[in-house]
């Protein structure tokens, strides 16, 4: 079975959503070859991912495409599949989106932190007149050279 679904176009090449969303090559074969139903639309264009599979990284990179109710997955070992664990690939995303949230707290903290012993750290008003002290020194010197050298 299969065919275009419902509402959807196809151009011999590009089968397209009724969303405009499209679908290429082997994720378009896959789609016209089973009977895919009309409201399991895409949500992204087809993405490349290393690992492909977050639960499952041992089947390496590949492409991937996401639907309304079915992920396509494509690696060169394995050719296209329907993703049938999407619990696992969910758990295992929501991991690393936690992780990643938890990373920032910490950096986000260290930046406050950072920024608190910065604002703590009044200059020294006798370390900013030297340094003025200095700078005019050097303009005098530069002034002195310049005429010992023109004599």
Same mark, same amino acid.
């Given at each position: 079975?299969?065919?275009i679904?419902?509402a959807?176009r *196809? *151009?011999?090449?590009?089968?397209?959503?009724?969303?405009?969303?499209?679908i290429?090559?082997?994720?378009? *074969?896959?789609?016209l070859?089973h009977?895919?139903s009309?409201?399991?639309v895409?949500?992204s264009?087809e993405q490349?991912?290393?690992?492909?599979?977050?639960?499952?990284?041992n089947?390496?990179?590949g492409?991937?495409?996401c639907?309304?109710h079915?992920?396509?997955?494509?690696?060169?070992?394995?050719?296209?599949?329907?993703e049938?664990?999407?619990?696992a690939?969910?758990?295992?995303l929501?991991?690393?989106?936690?992780?990643a949230h938890?990373q920032?707290?910490?950096?986000?903290?260290?930046?406050?932190?950072l920024?608190?012993?910065?604002s703590?750290?009044a200059i020294?008003?006798k370390?900013?007149d030297?340094?003025?002290e200095?700078?005019?020194i050097?303009v005098?010197?530069?002034?002195a050279l310049a005429?010992?050298?023109?004599k």
């Amino acid at each position: 079975m299969g065919g275009i679904p419902t509402a959807w176009r *196809d *151009d011999g090449h590009t089968l397209i959503a009724p969303n405009g969303i499209s679908i290429t090559q082997g994720f378009r *074969d896959w789609v016209l070859s089973h009977n895919w139903s009309s409201d399991d639309v895409p949500l992204s264009l087809e993405q490349h991912r290393d690992p492909v599979q977050a639960h499952a990284p041992n089947f390496g990179a590949g492409q991937i495409q996401c639907f309304v109710h079915s992920l396509l997955w494509w690696t060169p070992a394995t050719g296209v599949i329907q993703e049938s664990q999407l619990g696992a690939e969910i758990y295992a995303l929501q991991s690393q989106l936690d992780a990643a949230h938890t990373q920032i707290s910490s950096l986000q903290a260290q930046i406050s932190s950072l920024q608190a012993q910065l604002s703590a750290q009044a200059i020294n008003p006798k370390v900013v007149d030297a340094i003025k002290e200095i700078q005019e020194i050097n303009v005098a010197a530069a002034a002195a050279l310049a005429d010992l050298e023109a004599k």
